[in-house]
């Protein structure tokens, strides 16, 4: 089990590495220099070598790697051009909104997919099997951001039962602390997009798990199981689930990841001030120095749970830790 921890933790830290390197080296390879992108076609040299230098373009790239990655590591990052903020409150602001956000669309995910994947299996080539998978095909087909409008349509406009977007945040106004009112208008204002975010993902792994749970079904472990006298259900939740969960998990864990990643466009159709609105409203003021410490973000997260992930393989299936 050592082994197997150090080997993953070693290859977590290759990969963030190299993720550090990709991200830098993409963002040194556009067209000029981020001080042009950030000023435009009309600034004068003066100005351009004003901020060139306040940046650090007029060191070599190596160099300026190394302080980025440096200062990642201490805890400290680059003031963003546009706010005048030091990028690590800005994402730490920012994160307030998207991880709460991330973590009940995984919910509500993980919910759906296992309830309606265990249904569909339990229900083989039956009704209940071909509804689920009808109507995971078309949850797969609708974008989340065309859904969202949908919601927003029905719950906002129609019922009015929710604002239409914006965050009233986890402090109430009045008091400076967090309450049990200003918690339920917060999660409330979350749910319609957590739904949103959810229903791509609920649908791909239901059908991961449905296929994962019918593959297991007839191992001969579980017709022995049977043979002793548990029942179709019995034998379901004692002996197949957990041997099914090893797909499971693995899509489980790049679904959350792409959670945090593919909040950018959910959260600026519901208003909401996250890192997706950050990262968007970033690119559009050509405000690189966020925009890079954002996707290393992203991308750490990524490796992240993929880490995670490893770890529960070994908890799940205790022959991988052999292996």
């Not at 000023?39 to 650090?56: H, I, N, Q, V, W």
């Not at 039956?126 to 719950?155: C, E, H, R, T, Y």
């Amino acid at each position: 089990m050592p082994v197997f921890l150090l080997k993953r933790f070693a290859s977590f830290l290759a990969t963030l590495a190299a993720a550090s390197v990709v991200v830098f080296v993409v963002l040194e390879l556009l067209p000029g220099n981020a001080a042009e992108l950030i000023l435009g076609d009309t600034a004068t040299p003066e100005s351009l070598a004003a901020l060139e230098a306040r940046l650090g373009l007029d060191r070599p790239p190596l160099e300026r790697y190394a302080d980025w990655v440096g200062g990642l590591l201490r805890g400290e990052t680059g003031s963003s051009t546009s706010y005048d903020t030091p990028t690590a409150e800005l994402i730490a602001e920012r994160l307030q909104v998207t991880l709460p956000l991330a973590l009940l669309a995984m919910g509500l995910t993980v919910v759906l997919a296992l309830a309606l994947g265990l249904y569909a299996a339990s229900h083989h080539n039956k009704l209940g099997d071909v509804g689920v998978m009808a109507a995971s095909q078309l949850g797969i087909a609708i974008p989340n951001f065309w859904f969202a409008i949908l919601l927003i349509l029905l719950f906002a406009v129609h019922l009015q039962w929710v604002s239409a977007g914006g965050f009233p945040g986890w402090v109430d106004e009045d008091s400076g602390a967090v309450t049990a009112t200003s918690l339920f208008e917060a999660l409330k204002a979350l749910v319609l997009p957590a739904i949103a975010l959810a229903l791509v993902q609920a649908a791909i792994l239901a059908r991961v798990t449905r296929s994962a749970v019918l593959e297991v079904m007839r191992e001969d472990f579980v017709r022995t199981a049977r043979a002793k006298g548990l029942t179709r259900r019995q034998a379901l939740w004692r002996h197949v689930l957990r041997n099914a969960m090893i797909p499971v998990l693995t899509v489980a864990g790049l679904q959350f990841a792409n959670l945090i990643t593919g909040t950018i466009v959910v959260e600026n159709v519901f208003v909401l001030p996250g890192v997706g609105r950050l990262v968007f409203q970033a690119i559009s003021n050509r405000d690189l120095v966020v925009v890079r410490d954002v996707v290393m973000l992203l991308a750490g997260v990524v490796v992240v749970v993929n880490f995670v992930v490893d770890l529960l393989y070994a908890w799940v299936d205790p022959r991988l830790r052999v292996a």
